[in-house]
Structures are given as structure tokens and as C-alpha cells.
């Protein structure tokens, strides 16, 4: 077992896990913060995507132990209160999920995504969500969602 501090929306916390236990899994089964969702757990399809100290990371592919002493923001710290974080409003407005499941990691790679560069090509947006798969949406309203958050947040 391993002894980790670490932040998350905001909050301290203080936890033992097991060694082998993933960033995913604290998040979800330890903190109760499901809205980072589990797609293959394998690297592959980005809903387990999250921000680790500004970064966005796929949490299942690294331990909670590797986070101590980070500050985390997962999906549930995005919104301020009632109003929805700009990438949040921009999938709305856009249509841009249908089952939703992929929802938070895709807004979690978007905000990252314009944190870095804030006024994206369409080829920069689909090489900075290629790491975050959708099953339903086609991925054309995604992307217009990505260029509303960007005219928004400027
Ligand atoms: S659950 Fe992490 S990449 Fe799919
Ligand atoms: S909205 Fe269903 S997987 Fe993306």
C-alpha cells in the first residue's frame, strides 16, 4: 500500500491504495468522481482523459501513486456553479455527443487542446483529439464545437 496526497478540483485529499491501482480507478472508486469514464483501459479511446498539473493525461494509464502531490481536474471541476465551462457550452450548442460517453474526455482534450493553442486549424484539431475516439458523433460537429470554444474563450 502507498500513502498519496494529492488535489483534486480544488480539494485536498489523503488516500492509501494499493500499488496497483490506476488514477482511473481512484478518481472513480475512491473519490466518487465517475464522470471520467472507462472506454477500453488500454491507452486507446481518451474518456478516462483528465488534467494532471495543466496536462491532459489518459488517467488509466498510470498508477495513482505516480500522482502524488498533483492537482487533478476532472470533469466535474470544469463547470463554475451553474455555468458550464466555455468547451462544456460549445458540445451543447453544437450537438456535437449523442451517448455521451466519450463527452468528458473529449472536453478535457479540448480545453487542454486550446490551453496550448487557443485558435486551432482543423487539421491542429483533429491531430489534438486523434488519442480521443467517438463512437456516434462522426466527429463534424466535435470539431465545431472545438471552433466555437475557441472563438468563445478568446
Ligand atoms: S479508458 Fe483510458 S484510454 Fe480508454
Ligand atoms: S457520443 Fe457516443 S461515443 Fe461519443
Redesign the pocket.
Do not use: W
Given at each position: 500500500m502507498t500513502k498519496i496526497e494529492l488535489t483534486v478540483n480544488g480539494t485536498r485529499h489523503a488516500r492509501e491504495v494499493e500499488d496497483r491501482t490506476l488514477l482511473?480507478d481512484l478518481l472513480r472508486d475512491h473519490l466518487g468522481l465517475t464522470g471520467t469514464h472507462?472506454?477500453?483501459?488500454?491507452?486507446?479511446?481518451?474518456?478516462?482523459t483528465v488534467h494532471l498539473d495543466g496536462r491532459a493525461v489518459?488517467?488509466?494509464?498510470m498508477l495513482a501513486a505516480q500522482a502524488d502531490g498533483a492537482s487533478i481536474v476532472t470533469i466535474e471541476g470544469m463547470a463554475k456553479g451553474d455555468k458550464l465551462h466555455p468547451v462544456q457550452q460549445a458540445f451543447t450548442d453544437c450537438h456535437a455527443l449523442q451517448c455521451g460517453f466519450c463527452t468528458p474526455g473529449m472536453i478535457m482534450a479540448t480545453a487542454a487542446l486550446l490551453k496550448d493553442n487557443p485558435n486551432p486549424t482543423d487539421e491542429e484539431i483533429y491531430h489534438g483529439l486523434e488519442g480521443n475516439l467517438c463512437r456516434c458523433t462522426g466527429y463534424i460537429n466535435i470539431v465545431k464545437a472545438v471552433k466555437q470554444a475557441a472563438q468563445t474563450m478568446k
Amino acid at each position: 500500500m502507498t500513502k498519496i496526497e494529492l488535489t483534486v478540483n480544488g480539494t485536498r485529499h489523503a488516500r492509501e491504495v494499493e500499488d496497483r491501482t490506476l488514477l482511473v480507478d481512484l478518481l472513480r472508486d475512491h473519490l466518487g468522481l465517475t464522470g471520467t469514464h472507462v472506454g477500453c483501459d488500454t491507452s486507446q479511446c481518451g474518456c478516462c482523459t483528465v488534467h494532471l498539473d495543466g496536462r491532459a493525461v489518459k488517467s488509466c494509464t498510470m498508477l495513482a501513486a505516480q500522482a502524488d502531490g498533483a492537482s487533478i481536474v476532472t470533469i466535474e471541476g470544469m463547470a463554475k456553479g451553474d455555468k458550464l465551462h466555455p468547451v462544456q457550452q460549445a458540445f451543447t450548442d453544437c450537438h456535437a455527443l449523442q451517448c455521451g460517453f466519450c463527452t468528458p474526455g473529449m472536453i478535457m482534450a479540448t480545453a487542454a487542446l486550446l490551453k496550448d493553442n487557443p485558435n486551432p486549424t482543423d487539421e491542429e484539431i483533429y491531430h489534438g483529439l486523434e488519442g480521443n475516439l467517438c463512437r456516434c458523433t462522426g466527429y463534424i460537429n466535435i470539431v465545431k464545437a472545438v471552433k466555437q470554444a475557441a472563438q468563445t474563450m478568446k
